[in-house]
Nanobody, 128 residues
Framework: EVQLVESGGGLVQAGGSLRLSCVASGFTFDEYCIGWFRQAPGKEREGVSSICIEKGSTYYADSVKGRFTVSSDNAKNTVYLQMNSLKPEDAAVYFC?????????????????????WGQGIQVTVSS
């Protein structure tokens, strides 16, 4: 059974930091790209960052470049999203998702339809 389980969310003041974790199981971890997405109330789900495990390549949305860092611990089948200098507009439910590294055809790693498996999501709240 495939599982993606997020943790590390919560409430933080603007300017603060959080580290999200995504623990994966039930598939061959290093054959996948793991993406982080977020969805705020009334808004569409948007891609934030992604890492392709085997190549170690990373991708970031412009809105988070320089503030967020994605990394992986392959021994633990875990992907992290370190979020620094958080802003109120970063508040959302954050999801991790897994997609087969060979099936990304669009050239973007932020299309939800290119990811096969999704976690349940975790809330990040940023107070101003």
């Amino acid at each position: 059974e495939v599982q993606l389980v997020e943790s590390g969310g919560g409430l933080v003041q603007a300017g603060g930091s959080l580290r999200l974790s995504c623990v994966a199981s039930g598939f061959t971890f290093d054959e996948y790209c793991i993406g982080w997405f977020r969805q705020a109330p009334g808004k569409e789900r948007e891609g934030v960052s992604s890492i392709c495990i085997e190549k170690g390549s990373t991708y970031y949305a412009d809105s988070v470049k320089g503030r967020f860092t994605v990394s992986s611990d392959n021994a633990k089948n875990t992907v992290y999203l370190q979020m620094n200098s958080l802003k109120p507009e970063d508040a959302a439910v954050y999801f991790c998702a897994a997609g087969d590294q060979y099936l990304f055809v669009s050239g973007s790693y932020f299309n939800t339809w290119e990811y096969d498996y999704w976690g349940q999501g975790i809330q990040v709240t940023v107070s101003s």
